[in-house]
């Protein structure tokens, strides 16, 4: 029998393996017996410290962070601007002092936007939370978020408007905005006359009627400063609100644009020659004060002598304030005036006046001008006649 370590002869030579080391061969019950797997190789030490593997684990989760992040921000940037669920232009009121949490409750309850969180996070992302406005607002039909939210951080709100006429009181003008259903808040104290600027003003809901207020004292202000600043510098008039005082009479006394300098003008050469404007607006700010006449009331011929004092047909100069708060125009008119010898003016039936420089021509034109009442009374009387006969018919 063989011993393990035998070499087998081949051809009658000992055999050998092509390296020239010995062939071994094993017995059959080595040949049946496990063979054992080699041994793993020892881990580094390096590999075993804990720091590696906590940093290993740390960096992994990063990797998957990072990965997780750039998936969400994929899907949060295509989802900000994509259509949005609103199916028709939609108006919403966002309340002053109104967080982030409760706009975005707001949107989602009238179906501007589908999630609030997603309104929160984007906003916050952008860091624009602080820049969200207040206001009334129109949204239209599929907003994106990103429409949203650009719209309240710009104050894209509805635009409301209250037009204050020229020539109203104060009084009045405190009326027309307390009929107005958008403007907030109370209006404790009347202005004074003639420190507010008719105009047309803007604002958004939420806004206060007295902060139109504040706005008109603000205009009429720097309005007056200017004038003032630019007026012809020989004019009978020594103060800022002295010019507003007749710039009130001139408002109330003509309407006609083209007329103003020149109605300017004869109060002007009024007061340069000492003479009583003898204006009737007066006479009714004298009896009625900024509450204004009844539209039933006439002018009686003994108003005209009543001792008001407002009444500039008994009071030498200019009343002891505005009348009415006058517009940019006549304020204009009166800071350059036309340069003219009138000292009279009536109206002539057409809206305008005639204007005259001696008393002789006035009473002319003062007699043409009731003949043309005459006639218009005549001419309505008879008007209202017909009504009532075609009504009895």
Known sequence: MMTEEQDLPENGQNSKSSDNRPIHLKSPKEVLRPVRPPAAPRRSRHARNPWVIAFNLIFSVAILGI???GGFFFWGSQNYVAKGPLEKTTRVIINRGANVRTIGDILSRNQIIESPLFFWASVRVQ???????????????????EDVVNKLVEGKAVIHKVTIPEGRTSQQIVEILRENEILTGEIKDIPEEGALLPNTYTFDRGTSRGEILDRMKADQKKALDRIWENRVKDLPLKTPEELVILASIVEKETGQADERSRVAGVFINRLRQGIRLQSDPTIIYGLFGGRGKPSDRPIYKSDITKKTDYNTYVIKALPPGPIANPGLAAMEAVANPSVTKDLYFVADGTGGHAFAETLED???NVKRWRQIEKERLEKEGKENKEKKDDTKG
């Open 67 to 69: 990965l997780a992040a």
């Open 127 to 145: 860091k624009k939370e602080n820049q969200l406005k207040a206001g009334e607002y129109l949204f239209e039909k599929g907003a994106s978020m």
């Open 362 to 364: 006035h009473n002319r």
